[in-house]
């Protein structure tokens, strides 16, 4: 199975070394003068990858309260290694951090770059977190609980079963195996079959991608990801497919999530929407875009 942006793997291959390079640095015992530069690259991660409306007044203070809060990040990740140096010092080249944190800053930008996408996931990560407000005292375990081995096992086997498809499978020949699916672990298939939808190490199998849609145009798979805050994902990764067969469908389920008052979070943005209709003209992306946004004038 490939490496998906939004799988563990993929989110680490990002952040890991996003951080690292303040962190080495504070432990290097390099100048403070460097923590502007991490914070301008943090930055412009974060501004790549939510695209505040700069043609606004509050796209403006949105992108300053961004560079805030990534002069803050940075500070505290640089403290911490300077922290830890008065242990374990390290000598690296003042280069070395400001690479690392660039190149993520670059790969991340670049990975992350489908606006609607991240919003959805992002807002998704918040809301898991906001739960913690109201939780009591639990195990590591019980809030990270492990991915479950049985899906994954499932999830392999529905993939096999749709990869012997003829490449131009259609939904009478996907829907039985993604049924089977369902009968065997509910919505815990999720996760893994996602991720390897769209496009994964330069590849997008359309078979794939319908296995998604179709998995969650099941009303008890869609309930429980509506509950998880993740069912608008599904879509938002799928709407600018190369297939126009996948577009449709993806369309189908964000009409199916406004039929169903699905949060205004777990819908694609219109004004992506609207550029999709560019791309895509006579697909109904531009009558998607308005009934996207007269739920955002009512929310």
């Not at 790969?107 to 990560?125: H, I, N, P, Q």
């Not at 199916?256 to 219109?270: I, N, S, V």
Request: net charge negative.
């Amino acid at each position: 199975m490939g490496i998906g942006p939004y799988t563990r793997t993929g989110l680490a291959l990002v952040f890991v070394p996003l951080y690292a390079g303040p962190l080495l640095a504070g432990l290097a015992g390099h100048p403070p003068a460097s923590v502007p530069v991490f914070a301008l690259l943090f930055l412009l991660f974060i501004a790549m990858t939510r695209r505040p409306n700069l043609h606004e007044a509050a796209g403006w203070i949105t992108l300053a309260m961004m560079a805030a809060v990534q002069a803050i990040l940075v500070g505290l990740t640089f403290g911490l290694g300077q922290l830890i140096a008065v242990a374990a010092p390290v000598a690296l080249p003042q280069w070395l951090p400001l690479v690392l944190t660039a190149c993520a800053t670059c790969y991340g930008a670049w990975a992350y770059s489908t606006r609607a996408e991240m919003d959805v996931f992002l807002d998704s990560t918040l809301a898991r977190l906001a739960e913690f407000d109201t939780l009591t005292a639990m195990s590591y375990d019980e809030a990270f609980p492990a991915p479950d081995p049985r899906a994954h096992a499932a999830v392999d086997r529905t993939l096999a079963e749709v990869r012997d498809l003829p490449k131009d499978a259609r939904v009478g020949e996907i829907d039985p195996i993604v049924q089977r699916l369902e009968t065997a672990v509910d919505a815990e298939g999720f996760d893994p079959l996602y991720d390897a939808a769209g496009e994964v190490d330069g590849v997008q199998d359309r078979r794939i991608d319908l296995a998604l849609l179709r998995y969650v145009a099941s009303p008890r798979v869609r309930r429980q990801l509506m509950r998880r805050g993740e069912a608008g994902l599904p879509a938002t990764l799928l709407l600018n497919a190369p297939d126009p067969g996948i577009r449709a469908e993806a369309r189908s389920l964000v009409w199916t999530l406004l039929d169903e008052d699905a949060p205004l979070a777990q819908l694609p943005d219109p004004d992506w929407l609207i550029e999709l209709d560019h791309a895509f003209p006579g697909e109904g992306f531009a009558d998607l875009a308005g009934a996207v946004s007269g739920v955002a004038e009512t929310a």
